[in-house]
């Protein structure tokens, strides 16, 4: 790493070999040449500590950056308690809040299951009463002819016993 002076020394030495008296074509060629080489590698030495300095500069934004996100968190930490603070049963609200909106999503098809199965039932206690009803109709019709049966065949057994009566 070259200091501000060392640097003015060596542009100094730049002019100076520019103005001094040269010799033969082929020495200013080389002398040139030498501060060409020369001004080169002070400009590569130039962009090195410049790089180095770039570097350094960005490390230190990193390590800010990640002490920023440390503080932004602690932040939200505090901020959270202080509204906890305010309210100490919100949490608990809004958790019994919550699930009673889970409650209602799963009542709500419960609640058509319950209307669609009470349709059913109304639906089969009707045929079952009717049912009952044709039954009792048909009970009360065997009964009926039962009794027709039972007059008639009476009336037969009578007959037929008149008849025998007679054949005495």
Excluded at 73 to 81: G, M, P, Q, V, W
Aim: proline letters at 2%.
């Amino acid at each position: 790493m070259q200091t501000p002076a060392m640097e003015q020394q060596h542009i100094q030495r730049v002019k100076n070999l520019g103005q001094s008296y040269r010799e033969s074509p082929a020495q200013e060629d080389r002398e040139d040449e030498e501060m060409t080489r020369s001004a080169l590698s002070a400009f590569r030495a130039k962009e090195e500590q410049i790089e180095r300095k770039k570097m350094e500069v960005r490390d230190k934004v990193f390590a800010h950056l990640g002490r920023v996100e440390e503080e932004t968190k602690r932040l939200a930490e505090i901020k959270e308690e202080l509204e906890a603070m305010a309210d100490p049963t919100r949490k608990e609200v809004a958790a019994i809040r919550k699930r009673i909106d889970v409650v209602n999503r799963e009542i709500k098809p419960l609640g058509q299951s319950c209307l669609k199965k009470e349709k059913e039932y109304k639906e089969a206690l009707e045929a079952f009463n009717e049912k009952n009803k044709e039954k009792a109709q048909l009970i009360n019709k065997l009964v009926e002819l039962v009794g027709e049966s039972e007059r008639l065949r009476m009336k037969k057994l009578e007959e037929l016993s008149k008849t025998i009566d007679s054949l005495h």
